[in-house]
């Protein structure tokens, strides 16, 4: 009885010896998982409150062949909850990227790119010879200033028609 | 002995079982938590009619006092030549001359009206330079759910001159909203090429456009 009584005691105490560790391993692995959702969530929040949008007349977009470079000016707004950087915005027209060329000023006046306001955006191209009521596709790509450590991303793409 | 060995095994899964349940709570907690903020950040999209869209040329934009004269009490302006419909008012400084002008009506006229002073007899008369030019109006209904500050709106001419409807819309509210089911009537000067043909609204990447009448 004695014997039986001592091992029982062991067993007890494995048990609770086990059980302790498999709680640490668990909740060690809980706060994990814990930290890689909260990293995801607020990765696609930002995602989810960025956005960029065209703004404008797409029928009529002003294109001016007056000047060499030919420049092309059209306008987006921030129609997300995050304050965009219009330093990151990248601009394709017809799949060719015009980034080296792009002059960006926010309307109304202002330091920074917030949400309702627009950007006026001119870029230019010496490869370009449009002629009046050509269409071509346009894309934009920005990301958000860094909030709570993270920026997100939107990208815009529109069939337009130019206006010489 | 046994007893001992019965309560160190209750203990035992009672602490497993607020373990898993701890986990699984706060996992739960967290999806939801994740699920509310991305979905917060999904708005409902503006949906909006442009009911009508006219151009008028030969609008007052602008009446700039040329002699203030002497003898007045504030009134009204009207046009004493054309049947255009402008109509405006004016306040007077001490001495009865005229200091400032504000247009009510616009109206619409085929070359410069004459602007009089209506139903005064002043010590001298005042003079006034007028400007027309173009000058758009448009009935817009909010068709959708998404109530709109009209900071948010932005309307094009010919898709350039870009112009924010807060600016120009003058409700005498301050930071005014276009309402679901609500029609504003909007209405701007248009200083960019003559003449224009077409009109854009833009809210939240939402376009329209419609020629101009």
Known sequence: MADGGASTFILLITALLVSGSVSAVLIDQWGDMSSALEENRKGKEADAKTSLSFAGDAMEVDYDDSVNPNEMTFYLQNSGQYVLDEDTLVVMVDGVSVTSSISATILPGGAEWTDTRLLEVVVSSSSWSYQNDDTLSVSAVVSSEITSGYRGTDTMNIEVRLDV | ?213
């Open chain 2, 1 to 213: 002995m046994g007893a001992s060995v019965g309560i160190g095994g209750l203990i035992i899964g009672t602490t497993m079982l607020v373990v898993f349940s701890m986990v699984v709570a706060s996992i739960d907690a967290k999806v939801d938590s994740s699920l509310q903020t991305i979905e917060s950040a999904n708005e409902a999209l503006p949906v909006f009619t442009i009911d009508d869209a006219t151009l008028w040329e030969g609008a007052v934009v602008d009446v700039q006092i040329g002699a203030g004269g002497s003898g007045y009490t504030n009134g009204t302006l009207v046009s004493s030549t054309g049947n255009g419909g402008f109509s405006g008012t004016f306040t007077v400084n001490g001495a009865g001359a005229i200091t400032a002008v504000a247009i009510t009506s616009h109206g619409n006229y085929s070359s410069a009206p004459t602007i009089v002073v209506q139903g005064q007899t002043p010590t001298s008369s005042a003079s006034f330079v007028v400007s027309i030019g173009n000058f758009i109006h448009s009935n817009i209904t909010n068709t959708g759910s998404y109530i709109t500050p009209l900071r948010e709106i932005w309307v094009f001419s010919d898709g350039a001159n870009p112009t924010n409807l807060g600016s120009i819309y003058s409700s005498g509210i301050n930071d005014p909203h276009w309402y679901s089911g609500e029609t504003l009537h909007i209405q701007w000067s248009e200083s960019g090429t003559l003449p224009v043909s077409r009109f854009a609204l833009s809210v939240k990447g939402v376009n329209m456009a419609s020629s101009l009448a």
